[in-house]
């Protein structure tokens, strides 16, 4: 399976962490990327104008496109994984949604990651639910205006706390449980699949049309395909198969320089 027929692009906030994440860009660009995708790049939900700009400029700079964005997820390095599912943070995603519709508009980027978040012990788990599930159907409802998509993820169970999406099957039931299902769509991500134990071309089968973007990394341990066990050339024909043109991201943590990883792309 030769990954390079397929539109990649390189995830500068787990790739390239060997720089400075403003110089990653560049990084990605010199490692042969022409497109980048990102989680959400500033610690606060409204960073300012001028932080915006600075975004902005590394990418201009670097000659790349942006292809994917996360929504705001609160305190990722601290272990928070997203805060669609929490009304107390209701206020911090509506003004991070208004950074990222300018950032979309500036850049072309029609694709964003909705993060659930993690539940909270003290709070009614169907209330959180009834939360995310408007929290999806508004971030739908404000990148329809735009032509873009909302991206849902299940994650590692075991590593992301309380974090309820650990399947593509369950993804699926809260898109159809928000509607908007032209603006809502499944994000495949092969290591997390792996990791709870779903073989991820399987899973691609299944989703056929209902999924809208593909981050490939190894399980277990996150590397680079190839360091762990999971069968990438079943998972790029599954790909084919279903007629799968989108962006497939490198989302993985390299297990040596990222610009030494790259081989994955041309082997045969």
């Known amino acids: ?6 539109q990649i692009s390189a995830n500068v906030s787990i790739m390239f962490t060997e720089l ?13 990327f022409t497109r980048v995708e990102s989680w959400w790049p500033f610690a606060e939900p409204d960073p300012g104008q001028q932080e915006v700009n600075e975004f902005l400029s590394w990418i201009k700079t670097a000659g790349v496109e942006l292809t994917g964005l996360n ?20 206020d911090e995603l509506a003004a991070s949604t208004q950074v990222l519709l300018a950032i979309a508009e500036a850049t072309g980027c029609r694709s964003f990651n909705l ?16 939360v995310a599930l408007e929290a999806y159907r508004g971030a739908a409802h404000k990148v329809a205006s735009i032509g873009g998509t909302v991206l849902v993820e299940p994650l590692a169970h075991g590593l992301n706390g309380a974090y309820p999406l650990t399947t593509h099957r369950e993804v699926l039931e809260l898109i159809d449980q ?7 769509a499944l994000l495949v991500d092969t290591f997390h699949l792996g990791h709870n134990g779903i073989d991820p071309a399987a899973a691609i089968t299944e989703s056929r049309g209902r999924f809208a973007h593909v981050q490939l990394a190894d ?9 762990g066990t999971l069968d990438f050339e079943a998972i790029g024909v599954a790909l084919t198969q279903v007629g799968y043109t989108g962006t497939v991201a490198a989302e993985y943590k390299p297990t040596v320089a990222a610009a030494q990883t790259l081989g994955w792309l041309t082997r045969s």
């Not at 860009?25 to 042969?32: C, K, L, S």
């Not at 929504?71 to 209701?90: H, K, L, S, T, V």
């Not at 399980?219 to 360091?227: D, L």
């Open 1 to 6: 399976m030769r990954w390079n027929t397929f």
């Open 20 to 32: 400075p994440y403003a110089q990653r860009f560049e990084a990605a660009r010199q490692a042969g």
């Open 71 to 90: 929504f705001y997820a609160g305190d990722m390095p601290g272990g928070e994984r997203g805060i669609a599912c929490r009304p107390e943070r209701a």
């Open 115 to 130: 993060l659930y978040g993690q539940l909270d012990p003290d709070q009614d788990e169907l209330i959180q639910r009834e």
């Open 178 to 184: 928000v509607g908007h299902q032209e603006h809502l």
């Open 219 to 227: 399980a277990p341990g996150r590397g680079e395909p190839g360091s």
